[in-house]
């Protein structure tokens, strides 16, 4: 089993629908993260969770909303979103506590909101 | 402010070419870590090589070496042979250190393409 399983891979959505991306992880870290991919941006960090607690939140809309139920998954909430929001969405794990711990990342979901 | 800054967009080589991916970072922290990932159509960020600031040994792995130079606050990644299953985009990434968690910031990326 892949180490950190992203669903769905892609999601289509209008801008009045409310949607969920989830994420699981399987490599017994306690952070997890969002991160934003656009076209021709580096990538946006959203949010952070260490040990189930939100460590950070990258001022990022409050259409956008995170859950963390524990250190193995990781949801995104979204609602009323806008076209520009369209992005990768990909979520990360990595050991706590340690700055040379690298990321592991997922597949990603591919979002369109029309 | 922290800040990674890949200047190529994109790159195309012919296969079995040596390419070079250039890699320049801005920190004030005295200890830092530098990460390389390669994101494949698929999607997923596949983690490469990760550097600490006070180890400034090149380092080979297979294809692929890396270069790392703080005089220059660079960190270069050589792909020899260059293989068509290269084609993906890479990243440069810099540890943000502060706080519980290693956050990464990265750099816009390089598209590789190498072409049969």
């Not at chain 1, 950070?56 to 139920?69: G, L, Q």
């Not at chain 2, 020899?80 to 968690?101: H, I, K, M, N, P």
Request: glycine residues 6%; charged residues 15%; contains cysteine.
């Amino acid at each position: 089993e892949t180490g950190v399983t992203q669903t769905p891979r892609h999601l289509v959505m209008g801008m009045t629908n409310k949607k969920s991306l989830k994420c699981e992880q399987h490599l017994g870290h306690n952070a997890m993260y969002w991160y934003k991919q656009s076209a021709k941006k580096p990538l946006e960090l959203m949010f952070v969770y260490n040990f189930k607690e939100q460590t950070e939140n990258n001022s990022v809309p409050s259409r956008f909303s995170p859950e963390c139920p524990n250190s193995s998954h990781l949801f995104l909430h979204l609602h009323t979103l806008q076209p520009e929001d369209s992005a990768l969405y990909l979520c990360a794990s990595a050991t706590s506590g340690s700055y040379n711990s690298p990321l592991h990342f997922g597949n990603g979901t591919r979002l369109t909101v029309t | 402010a922290q800040k990674v800054t890949q200047a190529q967009t994109e790159i195309s080589v012919v296969e079995k070419e040596d390419v070079t991916l250039d890699c320049v970072y801005e920190t004030r922290d005295t200890t830092y870590y530098l990460f390389w990932y390669k994101q494949p159509p698929s999607g997923e960020l596949v983690f490469l090589i990760r550097r600490n600031s006070f180890d400034e040994q090149n380092e080979i792995s297979g294809r692929y070496s890396w270069n790392f130079q703080k005089s220059t606050s660079s960190f270069n990644f050589t792909i020899t042979a260059s293989q068509v299953v290269d084609s993906a985009v890479y990243f440069c990434a810099l540890s943000e250190v502060g706080g519980a968690t290693n956050k990464l910031i990265f750099g816009t990326g390089t598209l590789l393409a190498v072409q049969p």
